[in-house]
T-cell receptor, first 112, second 116 residues
Framework: TQLLEQSPQFLSIQEGENLTVYCNSS?????LQWYRQEPGEGPVLLVT?????EVKKLKRLTFQFGDARKDSSLHITAAQPGDTGLYLCAGEGGTSYGKLTFGQGTILTVHP | GAVVSQHPSRVICKSGTSVKIECRSL??????MFWYRQFPKQSLMLMATSNEGSKATYEQGVEKDKFLINHASLTLSTLTVTSAHPEDSSFYIC????????????FGDGTRLSIL
């Protein structure tokens, strides 16, 4: 069974601060996806990383895939209240072809 | 692109009722659809994977006779919660993918099911 440990579970910060969310596993993933979900809605895909060591940027969000493809991070620079939401990492790989293994999620609250 | 529509968005019904939830891929053909359950402030828990034209594959601990899944076409999958009870109350979310490795899943907006 593949597990994806996501941390922290809760993050409450002030507008303008930086933050990093981590996802770690002992398993190798062929790809890792990051989603953002707002209450009462489905998750929205932010990015997919595929190559070990890959770094992708989406405005103030920076996503990194570990060299060994076992871990990933999401870094947000100068957080804004609009960044508030549930962030989920999800990995695909191994025997779970096509299926995603989700991390526990990080509830981010950015206070104005 | 890659829009997934889920209907209904909210259902409130009495215990013992069967409830059907639809998941449609509006602008692409979804070889595979997934059904998840989510409790408040928690992550998504995969219930089953359905491939068009074949039986769904259920995760361990998910009762296939309780949660009936049909994926009759490349754009539609349905989840029927049979004889629902209060403990079945939850947020159910579907996702669709056009298949293949490293292809993203596109999620519907979920269905809030409340059993009285």
């Amino acid at each position: 069974t593949q597990l994806l440990e996501q941390s922290p579970q809760f993050l409450s910060i002030q507008e303008g601060e930086n933050l990093t969310v981590y996802c770690n596993s002992s398993s190798v993933f062929s790809s890792l996806q990051w989603y953002r979900q707002e209450p009462g809605e489905g998750p929205v895909l932010l990015v997919t990383v595929v190559t070990g060591g890959e770094v992708k940027k989406l405005k103030r969000l920076t996503f990194q895939f570990g060299d060994a493809r076992k871990d990933s991070s999401l870094h947000i620079t100068a957080a804004q209240p609009g960044d508030t939401g549930l962030y989920l990492c999800a990995g695909e790989g191994g025997t779970s072809y096509g299926k995603l293994t989700f991390g526990q999620g990080t509830i981010l609250t950015v206070h104005p | 692109g890659a829009v997934v529509s889920q209907h209904p968005s909210r259902v409130i019904c009495k215990s013992g009722t069967s409830v059907k939830i639809e998941c449609r891929s509006l602008d692409f053909q979804a070889t595979t659809m997934f059904w998840y359950r989510q409790f408040p402030k928690q992550s998504l828990m995969l219930m089953a994977t359905s491939n068009e034209g074949s039986k769904a594959t259920y995760e361990q601990g998910v009762e296939k006779d309780k949660f009936l899944i049909n994926h009759a076409s490349l754009t539609l999958s349905t989840l029927t919660v049979t004889s629902a009870h209060p403990e079945d109350s939850s947020f159910y979310i579907c996702s669709a993918s056009w298949g293949g490795r490293n292809q993203p899943q596109h999620f519907g907006d979920g269905t809030r099911l409340s059993i009285l």
